[in-house]
């Protein structure tokens, strides 16, 4: 069985790195059913239907957000970056460019 996932050869991939490859497949689907949900959610005419797959998608935020964390608790310089982004008031950019000092700063 073939798998997509990979752009070096599987057998010469750290199990780690074959971990962290399988997690961003994850969050990549994770994405994918969020925005599918998003769009069902905005044409639906029916509430309860609309309501039920509004339930579905939060259960994707929560399963999207569960593997970012895992990926950022093995990824030092991604969860520093994270964190002068994520949650914070202000400019978008300038807080990258906060995050970024910080990252180059563990170099």
Known sequence: MGFNQYHE???ELSQE??????????????CEAINWY???VSIESDEEA???MQHAQ?????????DLEFLLRR???WRIAAKN????????????EKGEEAVEELE
């Open 9 to 11: 050869p599987a057998q």
């Open 17 to 30: 790195t074959r971990t962290f490859a399988r997690v961003i497949a994850s969050l990549q689907e994770e």
């Open 38 to 40: 998003q769009q069902r």
């Open 50 to 52: 609309r309501q039920i």
């Open 58 to 66: 939060e259960e994707e935020f929560l399963h999207f957000s569960m």
């Open 75 to 77: 990824v030092p310089k």
């Open 85 to 96: 982004i994520l949650f914070k008031d202000g400019n978008i950019i300038e807080n990258a």
